[in-house]
Each structure stands twice: as C-alpha cells, then as structure tokens.
C-alpha cells in the first residue's frame, strides 16, 4: 500500500468518524424527553357501547378516528395526567399535532394545555390560538406550540388538554395530538 493510498484511506475514515459523532450529537436524548400524551384516536375503537360524542370518522389525519369539536360546541373531550409520569421535572412542554378545519368561520378556537398546581402557586394556562395559525381550509394543517414552564412544579401537578371555542363557530377536527415534556 503507497503512503497516498494509506493517507487518502485514513482521511476516508476520520471523516466518516466525525460524521458519525455530529449525527449522534443531532438525536434526540430520550432522557431528556417525556411523552405526556400521544393520542391517534384510534384506541377507542371497539369499545361498547359507543365511542366517546368527542370521536369522528368524518375525517382523520391517520387511522379511521379524530377529536371533533362539532359546529356551535364550546368543548369536547379533555386528557388528563400528571408531571410525575416523566420521572422528573419539565422546562418546558411541546404540543404537535394536526387539525383540520372545515372553513374558516371556526371562529376563536384553542388548544389548550393547563397545569394545575393545586393552590399552590398560580396554575399555568397557554393556548395555542388555531384561528390565528392556519390560514388553509378543508386540509390537514399542522400545529405545535412550545410551552416554558416555572421550575417550582410539583409531580402531583396536574396537566388538562382541551380544546376551547368561546365563540362556537363552524366544525373543527384534531389527530395525532402529542404533548411532550422536556427537561
């Protein structure tokens, strides 16, 4: 082997080494990461005798089911858990998800993520305003919102995900809505 084929060899090699550790430095440190809810809609399929009044098979990002806040409706259905399901204590929260809006008379509309503190401290209360962020009709749309939270939470502090409509207005659909927490 000649001294170029042996440099050209190693360069080869060192570059596919550091490569390698900046995309490990890139992934996702799944302890750092907690999964509040990650919900599909589907796993209410099958149970008797009927599905929750906040299900649709109208529309779905995937699967057969979505959350459905129908025309003239204020709420639907919430989701409940608390922080100590992650093991510790978030920074911050993340809420992706998708919507699908019928037209654009969904009037004020949120997704709202609260956590409450049990008196405490003042609970925390964000929305992500989706008639301020979607500007498309009768298509999927994707949302998200990044949450900052206080570092004196508690792991028996409760966290509610609803969706709110103070001022009614048309059909709205959600799927694949995940809330993560990250420290």
Not at 42 to 57: A, H, I, K, M, N
Not at 81 to 96: A, D, K, N, V, Y
Request: hydrophobic share 40%; charged share 25%.
């Amino acid at each position: 082997m000649t001294d170029y084929t042996f440099r050209y060899k190693l360069r080869v090699l060192s570059s596919l080494l550091l490569f390698g550790l900046l995309m490990a430095g890139c992934a996702k440190d799944e302890s750092n990461v907690c999964v509040l809810m990650n919900s599909d809609f589907e796993q209410f399929d099958g149970w008797v005798p009927t599905l929750p009044p906040f299900l649709s098979e109208a529309k779905a990002h995937s699967g057969r089911y979505s959350y459905f806040v129908g025309a003239g409706a204020e709420f639907a259905g919430t989701y409940h858990t608390t922080l100590e399901r992650c093991g510790f204590i978030p920074s911050r929260l993340q809420l992706r998800g998708w919507t699908y809006l019928s037209s654009g008379l969904i009037r004020a509309t949120n997704v709202v993520v609260e956590v409450r503190c049990h008196d405490r401290r003042p609970n925390i209360w964000r929305a992500l305003a989706i008639d301020q962020v979607v500007r498309r009709y009768q298509q999927w749309e994707p949302i998200t919102k990044t949450i900052l939270l206080p570092s004196d939470l508690e792991p028996t502090d409760e966290v509610w995900v609803s969706v709110w409509c103070p001022e009614r207005g048309d059909s709205k659909y959600f799927d694949d809505l995940t809330l993560e927490a990250w420290r």
